[in-house]
Each structure stands twice: as C-alpha cells, then as structure tokens.
C-alpha cells in the first residue's frame, strides 16, 4: 500500500487535482505491477525448484517435438546431459523400442492423448531401460497446439520385478509339480494293486516316494526360509560347537546317496566355532547339494576344515566344469540359477546358495567362492573360532544381535 501526501499553501484548482489524481493512479498500477512481477517471479522459482527435484522426469517440447527443457531426473534416466539435448527430436534421442500404449483409444494419437506409454530404449552406453511417460498437450486462445509436455519415470525395477514373478511362479508350479507326480503315480500303483507285492517292491516304492516327499520338503522349506530371511528374522541358537564333526556328520549322510562319489574329508580333530549347528548343518548341505547336482558323475568331492587366524573356515571343493566370471556375482542372489554343460536345465528354485550366504553372515562370517572355467570350483564359508576354554567374549550378546 502507498499514500500520496500533498501540501500546497493555496487551495488546489481542479486542474490540480486531476493532475494528482492521475499521479497516485499511475502509482497505484505501478505498485500493482510489482506485485504481481514479485509473485510471478517467486511462483517460477517455486516451479523451478520442483522441476530440479522433482524424480519424475519432465520435458518441455516445441510445436514440431523439439525438446526445449530437459530436467535432472531426465539426465538421470536415460543418461542424456541436457546440453546434448536441447533442440532435438526427443524421439531420436531416446530411439523407443516396443512402445505400448496403455489405455488406447481409437482414432487418437498416443503422443498426444495425456494417456501412459511404455516403451524400452537404450541408454548411451547400450543398455536397455524401460521409460513409461505421458505427453500432454499445451494449447494456445485458439485451442491451436502450442507445445507439450512429457511426464516420464524409469519403469525398468518394475518390468524387472513383474518378469522375475512371472518367473518365479513358472519356477514354483513346475518344481513342486515334479515330486509331486511321482508320489501319485506310486500312491496310485499301490492302491491299484499294480506293484509288485514283495517286501522288497514295497520297500523300493516306499524309498522312493520318502525321496519325493523329502525333495518337496526341502522346497517347501527354501521358501519358507528366504520370506524370513526377507522379513529380517535370522534367528540363531548361538552356541559353541565342534565345526569338524559337524562336517563329518552332514557328509555321512551324503554318502549312501551318492555311492559313486567319493567324498573325502579333511579336518582337525576338533575346532571349535561360535555358531547354530543347525544353520551350519543346513548351509553345509546347501553347499553339498549344490556340489553334487553341478558336478558329473563319478567326480570327488573334497571337503576341508582349517583354522585361519580368528576363523574357522570350510571349503567344498569339486572337480565341475567350474563358473565363467561373468556367473560367478549372480550364483549368491535369489531365484538365479546357472545352466550348463553338466545339468542344462538345474531342478530348484535357485534359492540354497542365497540362504547360505545369509545364514553365514547372520553367524558373523562370510561365504565365497573361487572358480574358473575347467579347473573346478571352491565354496568356502568362515566362522567366529570361540576360545579353548569357553565363548569367547560377548557371545550371550551375539546371540541376542543375530535372534
């Protein structure tokens, strides 16, 4: 607000107060006129700030599809800086591939419906990503286009997520449909009277149908293990055991179902570890499994126990075909399994690698693996070694960090 303040010794004509009249007129619009600048201009700046740091990416483009603005979260999804940009076809620099129009409509443009697009395009360095956006149209008084705007985010994590779903239940219906049909044929033949009626037929078909339900177990138990795992509920019976005979136990029963391996073991008479013996139990045949399903036939297997410094360390170690570098970051993640020459297409979820590696962490060690292609691989897992006379220090703590 302003105040126009005049003093004059003689009384004003009427021609001086039109004159004053159209003074404070004319200031009144100027202070107007600020205001309303003032407020544009914090208003544009405001609009910018969202723009910078907004994490949807937006895109000004011209009447013919020029791009003229190109915000942050822009360069962040396709890796284009916007110098590059600017003044070119977006849909040359982003080259879409498989674009899908969401909610078609017949007879309408999808590049000028405000309707969701998905497509695939490839950043600089040539990966592929995918984008889903939606360009709007800016209208001119004449209802005349006049520019557009693109609203885009990086679907990429959720075509990934809803392919490796898609896959999983693939995975889930065909492993726990494979012992299962074996178990009804073997029920059916007994209730058919169709089996040989010998004790030793009988045992046979029993054994086999106890393998099936075991197998069905054990994937039942995977999964069950990797939503807890998820859930960040590791819960450990922390105690000090005897590493060595814990190996030599879980190998034992490994023996009479393998026959044709030979499966040596290596170890101290005692070493003694701070860890669960049934997570250890569990990731030794994890480890054990994964040796013998990827390994040929008639291939020994040598496992060892061994103290390294403060640790305690196992090694499973096999004479396979080995994993190409480019396997070996992915054998450790969830629902990954590696095919190959010795089993093309591996039975399992692709989940015991990954609960071993978390089993292990959860008991405060680590699991790796050393391989290369034809010369074999080394799964190797360390322990906390705990002291001669007892735990070692801090070890009721441990238990309750890991519970």
Known sequence: MAALAVHWAAELRQASRSLLDASASQLEVKLENIRLLSTALEQRAQLEEIILNTTDGIVLLS?????????????????????????RRWTRVLSFEDAIDLVPQQGEDPERSGHDVLAAFARPNG?????????????????????????????????????????????????????????????????????????????????????????LERLVNDLLDVTRLDAGRRELDTKVADLSLLVDREVEQYRPLHRDRVIEVVAPGSLRALCDPFRVAQVLGNLLTNALKYTPPRT??????????LDAVVSIRDEGPGIPLQDQRLVFE??????????????????????????????????????????????????????????????????????
């Open 334 to 403: 969830r629902f990954q399994r590696i095919d190959g020459p010795v089993i093309p297409h591996a039975a399992g979820f692709g989940l015991g690698l990954y609960i071993a590696k978390q089993l292990v962490e959860a008991m405060n060690g680590r699991l790796w693996l050393d391989s290369e292609p034809g010369a074999g691989s080394t799964f190797s897992f360390s322990l906390p070694l705990a002291s001669r006379d007892g735990p070692i220090s801090g070890a009721a703590s441990l238990a309750a960090t890991v519970s």
């Open 300 to 309: 020994p297997l040598r496992v060892t126990v061994r103290r390294e410094g």
């Open 127 to 215: 990966a592929k990503r995918w984008m889903r956006y939606a360009r709007n149209p800016i209208l001119d008084r004449q209802r005349r286009l006049k520019a557009s705007v693109v609203v885009a985010h990086d679907a990429t994590e959720e075509i990934e997520t809803e392919r490796l779903r898609a896959e999983l239940l693939g995975t889930v219906s065909h492993e726990l449909r494979t012992p299962l049909t074996p178990l009804k044929g073997f029920l059916y033949s007994l209730l058919q009277g169709t089996i040989e009626d010998s004790p030793e037929a009988r045992q046979d078909c029993y054994r086999r149908m106890m393998n099936q339900a075991e197998r």
């Open 63 to 87: 009447r013919d599809g020029l791009i003229l603005t190109w915000n942050p979260a822009m360069e962040r999804i396709t890796g284009h800086p916007a110098e590059d940009v600017r003044g």
